[in-house]
């Protein structure tokens, strides 16, 4: 089959093996294994290896990226790594449940002020729930980082993980209050199941378009990633953005491998070690061009040939369709969000009078085309 072409610019780079959280809902956990630690000379070569590539923004996250070198934070390379990626010209953002922020703020100011935006994970906004999804008290420290952000003056993001729980509108309207109390834009990934318990978190497609009427009712959207929503709120999309426009490089192995996958979700499409493979080789290896070829031929998707929305939502999100199919091992399958399979009707969201339709808000940030992700800022 033919392929998209290749315009990869924007890359999550998920740091260290190790996490002291156990949060309900993780999706690197299953492919996570404890073992070897970053060292400088590895770091050199994956930064080099994005420089040459023409890499312009990565994202360190997945597991607190702090720990790139175990639980002991005085071992950290991450001021090391995010001056490499700076010093390359590579915008650099970062993830974080709100310790990696407060760490270096204190500990490396220099560090901290490279940072182009970062990103702090909640998973409800009120703080007992957040605190019992996350099996810690960490509440508290997610609002502090996002206080320092502000007062740097730093673009800053409340993300969630949406859920089947933490979507109703008491959450929705609770998310954006916080947004607004500490200057923060908001994005939610929409959770995929990468492990199977995880299918009991899944909201339901109805709630997953009601929650977002909520959001876009009060904020204006920043970066419409999941293509579904794209289609119905612009009339444009270009579809998934995984493995032709953004990648994830993955956690190092206890062998010391760091492989990449199109996709952060994918762990069955993890390919190659960066360490010793050229990254232009490995975006052009099956497991990319697999991403690539349903991108590029989105009627060959099942369900998908007949519809007037081909063109811009092309079979939406390749991550979330795979994962949540019964016969994983097949990309050419609907996001099963897909609103014309929606038996309550066409969402309002495609009204053109739908105050999400008029607003689009310029921000450079780091989860810009890369990921299905909603951004917004509150109005």
């Not at 998209?4 to 610019?9: K, M, V």
Request: with cysteine.
């Amino acid at each position: 089959m033919s392929e998209a072409r290749i315009a990869i610019e924007n890359i999550g780079w998920t740091l260290g093996n190790d996490c002291p959280y156990r949060c309900k809902h993780c999706y690197s956990m299953s492919a996570r294994e404890k073992g070897a630690n970053l060292s400088r000379t590895m770091v050199d070569r994956v930064v080099d290896q994005l420089a040459t590539n023409g890499i312009k923004t990565v994202n360190l996250g997945g597991n607190e990226p702090l720990f790139t070198s175990g639980l002991d934070s005085s071992k950290t390379l991450l001021p090391y790594i995010i001056s490499s990626l700076v010093g390359r010209r590579i915008l650099v953002g970062l993830t974080t449940a709100g310790i990696t922020i407060n760490y270096i703020a204190t500990r490396h100011p220099d560090a901290f002020d490279l940072l182009n935006d970062v990103d702090v994970s909640i998973d409800s906004p009120f703080e007992q729930e957040h605190n019992e999804n996350r099996g810690a008290s960490l509440f508290g420290k997610a609002c502090a980082a996002l206080r320092r952000c502000q007062e740097a003056g730093m673009e800053h993001t409340v993300v969630m993980c949406g859920m089947f729980w933490n979507l109703s509108d008491r959450h929705i309207d609770g998310l954006v209050e916080l947004a607004r109390r500490t200057g923060s834009n908001v994005r939610i990934n929409f959770i995929k199941p990468t492990e199977p318990r995880h299918m009991n978190l899944l909201p339901s497609p109805e709630l997953f378009y009601r929650a977002t009427e909520r959001l876009l009712g009060q904020c204006g959207p920043v970066e419409l990633g999941e293509s579904l929503l794209s289609t119905l709120i612009k009339g444009t999309g270009n579809g998934c953005p995984c493995g032709t426009k953004s990648f994830r490089i993955h956690s190092i192995t206890p062998n010391g491998k760091i492989p990449v996958s199109p996709c952060v979700y994918m762990h069955d499409y993890r390919v190659g070690d960066l360490l010793v493979d050229d990254l232009y080789d490995i975006v052009r290896l099956p497991q990319f061009r697999a991403f690539r070829q349903r991108l590029a031929n989105p009627e060959k998707i099942q369900g998908c040939a007949q519809c007037d929305h081909l063109a811009t939502c092309r079979g939406g999100c390749a991550a979330r369709a795979y994962l949540t199919t019964s016969a994983r091992g097949d990309l050419f399958v609907q996001d099963p969000y897909c609103f014309q399979r929606l038996t309550s009707g066409t969402p309002r969201l495609l009204h053109d009078e739908s105050p999400a339709s008029q607003v689009t808000v310029e921000k450079t940030l780091v989860h810009r085309d890369y990921l299905c992700t909603l951004i917004v800022t509150p109005r």
